[in-house]
């Protein structure tokens, strides 16, 4: 597998997050199936280089270098599918995009959009506490800017 990390900056990336974390066992597993499922990655019958990785036992990031072939709409469609799929399998939702991640006391926690209202109201969480955004679209921005204070996220609309 390609390491995402090995990808130029500017491949694009896909973050998909789970409702649960997975077990250890379970993020060797995962791991494999995205190794396999990124090496033989086509669009248009040419191979993707691509790179896939699980971050925090919660997030499966897949990428693609678009400079040597672009993923295509069939090529993006293979792969939600086959993240249903996995996800079906752990018995994981990693496609409910109203669910939060932030760390607390070293731990991530993934709550509903209600929940994390709730958490900054009652005062558990505030405008300092980091908070994970599965919307960025590149290896680069996923370094920077995947981890940032919830004042400077797209999340503090809905505190």
């Known amino acids: 597998m390609t390491s995402i990390n090995v990808l130029n900056p500017q491949a694009r990336i896909w973050v998909y997050q789970a409702n649960e974390p997975f077990t250890r066992e379970e993020v060797g597993e995962v791991e494999l199936n995205l190794q396999q499922f990124a090496q033989q ?3 248009h019958n040419r191979q993707l280089k691509a790179g896939a990785a699980v971050l925090h036992d919660r997030f499966l990031v897949l990428a693609v270098d678009e400079s040597q072939a672009g993923a295509s709409g069939c090529s993006i469609d293979s792969s939600v ?3 249903k799929k996995l996800g ?3 018995q994981r939702d990693l496609f409910d995009r109203l669910r939060f991640s932030y760390v607390k006391e070293g731990e ?3 709550v509903s959009k209600d929940d994390f209202a709730r ?3 009652e005062g558990i969480i505030n405008d300092e506490t980091l908070v994970f955004d599965p919307l960025v679209k ?3 921005e996923l370094s920077v800017g995947f981890e940032k204070p919830l004042k400077n996220s797209w999340h503090a609309r809905f505190v």
Do not use: C, E, P, R
Request: charged share 0%; no cysteine; glycine share 6%.
């Open 41 to 43: 990655w086509v669009s």
């Open 81 to 83: 599918n086959f993240l």
């Open 88 to 90: 079906a399998h752990y």
């Open 108 to 110: 991530v926690h993934t």
């Open 119 to 121: 958490l900054y109201q």
């Open 138 to 140: 590149t290896v680069g």
